[in-house]
Structures are given as C-alpha cells and as structure tokens.
C-alpha cells in the first residue's frame, strides 16, 4: 500500500511539514530507510545524525518542528507515531473467513460471525466463539471455553476448559491457557495431586508471547487484566492476578498467589516468589528476584550485571568470607566495647 505523507498524518493525528503529496510506500528503520520510506527518532542520540537519514520523511518530536527543513510529521511522542505505522504497514497474514474440512467443531459449539478456523484445528463440547475470530491451525480448544470478539489465536495453541478469554486478545503460537497449576500435597513420602478447579480469566485487548504457560486457579481464578501484554516464555502460576496494562518480558516467572498491580513493567527473567503484591506503576528491572511485597510505586532491582570472569571470580570469592568477616567485626567491636 503507498499513502500520501498527508494521509498518515491525518491517521497519526500528526502535525505535517513538507510535501501533503508525497507518496509513502514502507516504514524503515533510521539507518536502513531509503527513498519512498518513513522513519521515527524517538532516542534523542539520533536527533543530532538527522542530516544522515534518507527517509522521504520522519516522524520527529514536536519540539523540532519550528527548526527541521524536511517533510516530516510531528508528535509529541514519535515511538507512538512508530507503533500507528506499523499498524498501517502491518504485513501479518489472517485467514480467509472460513472453516477447514479437517476442523472437528463439537455440535453443541456456538461460532460468532465472520470467523476463520483453520486446518486441524479442535473446539469442543459447548465451547463459545465470538465473531471475527481466526483460529490457527492446530490449535485445541477444551470444553465449555468462551472466546470474545476479534480474537486471534495463532497456531498450536491449547486453551483448557473453562478459560474465558476477553474481546480482542492476540495469542502466540505454542502457548497453553489453563493448564493445571502446580498443586501437590506430600504424604506418606509421595505426592498426591491436587486437582486445579479454578479457571483462566483475560480480560479484553490483551497478547500473550509463545511458549508461555498460564495456569488455571486451583480454587479461585488465574486472572489476566485487560490490556497486559505478556512476552515469550513466560510462566505465570495458579491464582496469580495481574493488573491492567501490566507488561511482562520474556521469560519472567510468577509463582502462585502472587498480586500485581496495574500498569507495572517486569523485566526479562524477573522470577516472583509467591503469595505477595505488588502495588500499581512498579517496574522491576530483568534478572531481579522478588521474595517480598512492593507496597509503593519505583523501580526495583537485584539483578547482578556481568561482569570479566576475573573480576567475578574474585568478588565471589570474596563473598563467601562474609560470615567469617561479619563474625571478626563483631568481635573487634566487642572488645573496643569492653576497653571502654
């Protein structure tokens, strides 16, 4: 598709300066873009390299507009204006409305309107699909699920009974919905399985990565908020709640029970013990391990950056005369105490 820089403008709401009719046929990156192409500048290292970029046009901060010369589109945050665009230029692949002969779709399902079920694909007893969903191939769908509006299920997902997903909601590819939570009960030396009865619950508008696993409450509900966006690889346990708008990197953990509240940023591979809160507007940078409550707002870290292996061999083995360290402070000040 090409569109006038005018047309993107008016679909960005974007203040326009240059050429209404230029014509725009991709979105590229700073360094890469050519002739034809629109870019953004959303770090500011790149502001003073402007001169360098080959972009027919760019998507600039609004505080340069009364100082750049060329055809460009102002907002007051570009890296939104890069998010619109690429929803314009998006070329990810739907179905064609339709249902595959190879789908086994149980009698007592209800399928919405305008909705695409693909090869292989598996819904069961009393399932609900709302319309204008499209359902990959390969994906399985357990009894008694309930699928809102617009929904997109990439291929290879399980969804386990009695999930209820929200309106909206994009899930990746090998991704499961509802599997058993990790309950066990030890005795007599073995352990005796504890049957998960709780559900899934996503609210609308949220995206879960491939290959993470949701668990389903084992009493009460696993509970997704709307808008939360969940990476690759993550693995969020029974009961856990998660608040609006509340993205998760790759490979984050939460263990069961655990609270977090609205609008939080967890980092790649934060790991969450469980039966604890988070308040809302908490950022947890990757690698950190949260063992307690955050009862207020911040950044929050524990992750240990790399370091040479020289230098980590030897803080190392400093760490471990801690105990003996800690044991000789006391001790000197024990006896500066006692010639008092």
Not at 239 to 261: E, K, Q
Not at 272 to 297: C, F, P, Q, R, Y
């Amino acid at each position: 598709m090409v569109y006038s820089l005018a047309s993107l403008a008016s679909q960005l709401s974007a203040e326009l300066s240059g050429d209404e009719t230029l014509q725009i046929n991709a979105l590229a990156t700073f360094e890469d873009a050519k002739a034809g192409d629109i870019t953004f500048v959303s770090d500011k290292k790149l502001l003073s390299r402007l001169a360098e970029c080959k972009a027919s046009a760019i998507v600039l901060p609004t505080a340069l507009k009364e100082t750049y010369p060329g055809n460009a589109l102002f907002m007051e945050n570009p890296y939104v204006g890069y998010a619109l665009l690429a929803k314009i230029f998006d070329i990810t692949p739907n179905l064609e409305v339709s249902i595959a002969d190879s789908a086994s779709i149980h009698a007592s399902a209800k399928i919405g309107s305008n909705v695409a079920i693909a090869e292989n694909v598996v819904i069961g007893k009393n399932v609900v699909i709302g319309d204008n969903c499209q359902i990959f191939a390969n994906t399985v769908i357990m009894q008694d699920v309930k699928l809102g509006s617009g929904c997109k299920i990439y291929p290879n997902v399980s969804i386990y009974h009695a999930s209820e997903i929200g309106n909206d909601v994009i899930i990746h590819s090998n991704t499961t919905i509802g599997s058993d939570g990790f309950g066990n009960a030890p005795y007599q030396g073995k352990w005796v399985k504890i049957p998960q009865i709780g559900k899934v619950i996503i609210g609308n508008g949220s995206e879960v990565g491939s290959g993470t696993s949701i668990d389903r409450g084992a009493l009460s509900d696993t509970i997704i908020g709307c808008g939360v966006k969940i990476d690759n690889q993550c693995q969020i346990a029974h009961n856990v709640v998660i608040g609006d708008n509340t993205a998760f990197a790759g490979a984050a953990s939460v263990a069961g029970s655990t609270t977090i509240g609205k609008n939080c940023i967890i980092g790649g591979s934060v790991a969450m013990n469980g039966h604890i809160s988070l308040a809302d507007n908490v950022v947890i940078t990757g690698n950190s391990m949260v063992v307690k409550s955050i009862k207020e707002a911040g950044v929050y870290s524990s992750g240990v950056p790399a370091q040479d292996n020289k230098t980590w061999r030897r803080n190392t083995a400093y760490t471990l005369k801690i105990e003996d360290l800690f044991k000789r402070v006391k001790q000197l000040e024990k006896q500066l105490q006692d010639k008092k």
